[in-house]
């Protein structure tokens, strides 16, 4: 049985810095990709980024240089540290693993964690 969990959000002024994490259970890294994605109110689904099972890492165009995904294998978790926050950083933010989860026409489907809230302040 797939299960994610995410952690870390809370909220920060503009500047700021989080670090999200997720903690997966009934698969492993070895075999599955992984994103960070996020969702606004009233905004569609949006990946922030993935980390492929081969190692390579990919960023939307929002985060880059600022957000950065890393994972540790031993603990099943991955993380999302994200620094020079914005306001438009704020969104309930998610871990999935393409294809069990995804955004697909802007709307998630699959298997989800709860989330976890960052707000942004300015």
């Known amino acids: 049985q797939v299960h994610l969990m995410e952690s870390g959000g809370g909220s920060v002024p503009a500047g700021g810095s989080l670090r999200l994490s997720c903690t997966v259970s009934?698969?492993?890294?070895?075999?599955?990709?992984m994103g960070w994605y996020r969702e606004a109110p009233g905004n569609e689904c949006e990946l922030v980024g993935k980390?492929?099972?081969?190692?390579?890492?990919e960023y939307g165009d929002a985060v880059k240089g600022r957000f950065t995904i890393s994972q540790d294998k031993a603990k099943n978790t991955v993380y999302l540290q994200m620094n020079n926050l914005k306001p438009e950083d704020t969104a309930v933010y998610y871990c999935?693993?393409?294809?069990?989860?995804?955004?697909?026409?802007?709307?998630?489907?699959?298997?989800w964690g709860q989330g976890t809230q960052v707000t942004v302040t300015s």
């Open positions: 980390i492929r099972t081969d190692g390579v890492i």
């Open positions: 009934g698969f492993t890294f070895d075999d599955s990709d």
């Open positions: 999935g693993s393409p294809p069990m989860s995804d955004c697909v026409a802007g709307t998630r489907v699959g298997s």
